[in-house]
């Protein structure tokens, strides 16, 4: 069976949870949130459910404290961008519900944008997503 889903991880997910593969399951739930790029909402919703799984092992693996780091680094670049305020999301064409899933460089352009008041948290915001950047450089942080 398992060989029957490995096209089909939207389900296989499923199939690793009843089999108390909950590792294998956070793992398959995590490179679908990565893959989302349609609806923030969903993307959430997916790494909510990998860390539960991964919580749900009841052990702890080699690669557990990376996983969660990775995962907890992808809801605070969520939550950062469903904080953006309203008038920044009116003034680029984004609707709070619809929103598709944003860059942290696309989240820093609005919450800089000369386009809405200029705002200390705003730019703080910003600074704090600039880590998230991928690195010119090619140096590891």
Sequence with gaps: MVWCLQDYPSISWHHSTL????????????????A????LDDQKYLFCLSKLALLATGTEEPGDRDAYTQINQSL???KFQNELPDDGLEAHGLDRKTMPVLTPSQIIDIYTSSLISPDLMNFWKAASLAQYLPDVLGEKR
């Design 76 to 78: 605070e670049i969520i």
């Design 19 to 34: 089999n108390d593969d909950f590792y294998g399951a956070s793992r398959t739930l995590s490179s679908l949130a990565d």
């Design 36 to 39: 989302e790029e349609s609806s």
